[in-house]
Structure formats: C-alpha cells, structure tokens
C-alpha cells in the first residue's frame, strides 16, 4: 500500500518522529544546562520541590520514547494487524497531548509546580488512546498471528500505569511512587516493547539483507522472557529497596535469553553493515545492562554505585541506539529511499555510543578521577549531537509531500 502524496501529519511516524528527536535534543539539553549550572554553582530557578533527576527521567520515558514508541507502532501495527491505520487527527492528538505535557512539565519545575501532575496526566490521555485504538484494531482482525501484537500491546499498557504513579509522586505522594514508576517504565514498558518489536523485526531485516528464507521466530520465547520480565518487575515493586537478591536469577536468566535470541538470528555478514549492526549493538547494550544488573542484585555493596549506569546502559546505550536505528529505517524505507547509512547517520550512530559510555562509564571512575562521576552529565553533549544530525539528514524527510515507496518496510 502505497502512502497518498501528504505533508507532515499524514503518517503516524513523521509527526511523532520529529516530535521525539525535538524532545531529545531540547529536554536533555536543558538537563545540560541544569547539572553545570549545579556544578558550577550558578543558580539556576526552580520553583518545583520534586528532585531534577526525576523531572529528567519523565521527560525521556514519557516524552522522546513516548513520541517514537506511538510513531512507529501507529505505523507498523496495523500493518502487521491488516488493520486500517490511525487517522492523521488521532495523530495529531497524540502528538499535541504529548508536547502539551512536555511543556507542563518544564514549566511546572521552574515556575507553576502544579502543572506537574497535569503533564502526567496529558500523557496517560495519550497512552490511552493509543492503547484503545490499537487494542480494538487487534480485537477486529482477522488474522491469527495475534499473540506477538498482544505481548506488544501488554508493553504499552504498562507506560500509563508508570505515567500515573510519576504524576502522583509529583503531587507529594511518597517517592516510593517514582521509584515505582522508573521500575515499570523501563524494566517493564520499554524492554518488553523493545523485545516484542525486535523479535519480529530484527531477524526479518537480517533474513532479507543475507538473501535467505525468514522463518519466523518461535513467538513461545518471547512470551516466555516477558513472563519471567513480568514475575520480576512484580517481585521489584513489592519488595522495593529490599529485592535485589530475589531478582539475580531473573536478570541473569533475561540477559542470557536474549543473548541466546541474538545469536540465533545468526546475522553474520549483516553486522557489517550500519544499519543492521546498530540494531544489534542497541540489543546487546539491553543484555549488557540485564547482566550488570544480576551482578549488583547479588552484591547489595555494588547497587548503589550501578543504579545509574545499569539504568543508563538500558536507556541510552539500549533503547536509545534502536530509537535512532529503527527510525531510521523506517524514515527512509517509507520514502522509497535506499536503506543506507551515509556518513551523518553513522556519525550519529557513533556519537549515541559515546553518549553511553559517558553516562554508564564515568560514574564507576571516581576512585581514580574525583571529577568523573560529577562531569557524567556531559554525555548530553553526544547526545545531542546525535539528534541533531539524525534531524538535519531525516528531518526534511519527514515533512517534504512526496510519494512513498510502496514496500515500506515495517
């Protein structure tokens, strides 16, 4: 099926796309701007009481992925469903409650603190939505490749639930609530959403660059590694600070699963191309962060100094590496355009790598260089660099009216 000739607002992932690398590169920057202010001692306003670090984590859980997870699903579900896709004003719904809430949410933390807990509720409207619009296209398929779209749609029904809880622990109740919210959101939310995606995708891609038969992967794996993800995400919320040794084994057993899943994908040659190897790379930051995890679940004396880069390692090493590797794709296989990766993109590429490994390496220096740990903030700067190119190559092609290929590839 071909795309009709349109502008911006046509097709889910163009306006969401660019809503999310906007988000990216102002929030974060503005983060930037906040930690060396802080570091250098220059005052910086801040009406809200809540901790930066959790207006931070919002503001990339809920709005960056939030804007990608919704492009690309409002995108690629109904094709994979043989669904109708969302019009262009349910789009431009989920796109206005989004940036609305991303806006609340900055000038809730400077100025009107009560705006908080509206950013979150702005966003858990446009998860539901979503939720609803992609749970009725799935009830009214006909097609019996149902459960891998249903484990998806287990993923985002978790993100309103972690939105909500934020929004609650914006509005003075106890920070167990955040915590609670982090937990879901990215040990839930996100990972499962990467997993279930990935597990379609990223073989399906690989078959087809090495010119082999796809065979689907046994969708049983998948509902297995998110129902041990599930058992743990329930035993972390009900112990809280108290579950790290009763989540070792299932981090353990989720990291060496996904290794497992990669490797019999066997992408061989492919890896030697830039816009398969990102995919992977972005995967095995996911299991790397899975494996640290377990170490520090079994030695509680590590925890405190992994939490951050265990965190980071999911978040900018993992799903942030397949934001861009998959938006990418899909950026250009829509317009027809050859799914290559110049030089801006593997420079971006590069650079979202260099932003992980600040982030997730700076904060275990300390013992050998004192400033490190306070200087990890500076991974911004990659991080915006990478957004900043993935705009300037991808961006006009996400608002220039032209005709798409018709083998778009999600």
């Known amino acids: 099926m071909t795309e009709a000739r349109s502008g ?4 889910p992932y163009r ?5 999310g690398a906007l988000d990216a590169l102002l929030l ?3 983060w930037f701007a906040l930690a060396e202010a802080r570091r250098s001692g220059v005052p ?6 809540v901790p930066p670090a959790w207006v931070h984590a919002h503001s990339l859980f809920f709005g960056m992925f939030a804007c990608y997870a919704l492009g690309f699903l409002g995108t690629a579900f109904p094709r994979w469903i043989d669904a109708r896709a969302p019009t262009p004003r349910r789009v431009v719904a989920w796109v206005a409650l989004l940036a609305t809430a991303q806006l609340a949410l900055v000038a809730g933390f400077v100025r009107l603190p009560f705006l908080l807990p509206l950013a979150a509720a702005l966003e858990v409207a446009a998860y539901a939505d979503a939720l609803f619009f992609f749970a009725r296209a799935l009830r009214e398929t006909r097609n019996p490749r149902r459960l891998q779209p249903a484990l998806v749609l287990t993923a985002l029904a978790l993100a309103p639930v972690a939105a909500a809880l934020d929004g609650a622990a914006f509005a003075g109740a106890p920070p167990r609530l955040h915590r609670a919210a982090v937990e879901i959101a990215l040990r839930g939310h996100l990972l499962f959403l990467v997993a279930g995606v990935s597990q379609r995708i990223v073989p399906f891609f690989t078959a087809n660059l090495l010119r082999r038969p796809y065979a689907p992967r046994p969708i049983g794996a998948l509902a297995g590694w998110v129902g041990l993800g599930l058992i743990r995400l329930g035993v972390a919320l009900a112990l809280d600070r108290n579950a790290g040794p009763w989540l070792a084994p299932f981090d353990a057993a989720m990291a060496v699963g996904l ?12 890896l030697r ?6 995919l992977y790379l972005g995967l095995a930051w996911v299991a790397l962060g899975l ?3 377990a170490l520090a679940d079994v030695r509680p004396g590590l925890a405190p100094l992994l939490e951050l880069p265990v965190r980071h390692a999911l978040a900018v090493g993992g799903f942030a590496t397949l934001v861009l590797g998959m938006s990418t794709r899909v950026a250009l296989g829509h317009r027809g355009r050859p799914i290559v ?13 260099v932003a992980a490994l600040v982030r997730v390496t700076l904060p275990l220096l300390g013992s050998v260089w004192s400033l490190a740990p306070v200087l990890s903030h500076w991974a911004a700067l990659p991080w915006m660099l990478a957004f900043t190119l993935w705009l300037l190559r991808l961006g006009p092609l996400l608002v220039r009216a032209e005709r798409a290929s018709a083998a778009a590839p999600a």
């Open 8 to 11: 911006l607002l046509e097709v």
């Open 15 to 19: 306006p969401l796309f660019a809503a």
């Open 28 to 30: 974060v920057g503005l």
């Open 44 to 49: 910086f306003p801040a009406a809200a009481r």
């Open 259 to 270: 290794a497992l899943e990669l490797r019999a994908w066997r992408p061989g040659p492919a």
């Open 273 to 278: 191309q830039p816009m398969m190897a990102i």
């Open 291 to 293: 494996a640290v995890s």
């Open 341 to 353: 990766a110049d030089a801006s993109v593997v420079l971006a590429f590069a650079s979202i790598q």
